[in-house]
Nanobody
């Protein structure tokens, strides 16, 4: 699979952003699509995941109620709508595929390149 993320930027606290990830060359190992993020000096952490076929979703506690993951299967794109952004959401955001539902980077099959999100107070 090839993953191409876009949509990052610099915003103020409370603003919204939508990230996109274009998906191509899906394989049978790419059953789930996920968003991870990595802040400076911190480990890469799971943000949200979606089962590609059924659309079932999961979220990290830190983003529940603020972020929404979705997919457009016809256009092979996944999205991360981020509302009520906080300075602690500042990180490089990555899209990633996995064969099963995951909450950690160890389960990732393929990574896309990252897109920077910066939230200022």
């Amino acid at each position: 699979v090839q993953l191409q993320a876009s949509g990052g930027g610099s915003v103020q606290a409370g603003d919204s952003l939508r990230l996109s990830c274009a998906v191509s060359r899906l394989t049978t190992s790419d059953n789930f699509m996920n968003w991870f993020r990595q802040a400076p000096g911190k480990e890469r952490e799971f943000v949200a995941g979606i089962r590609w076929r059924e659309g079932t979703k999961s979220y990290a506690d830190s983003v529940k109620g603020r972020f929404t993951i979705s997919r457009n299967a016809a256009e092979y794109t996944i999205y991360l709508q981020m509302n009520s952004l906080k300075p602690e959401d500042t990180a490089v955001y990555y899209c990633a595929s996995s064969s099963g539902k995951i909450t950690a980077a160890e389960g990732v099959v393929s990574w896309g390149q990252g897109t920077q999100v910066t939230v200022s107070s």
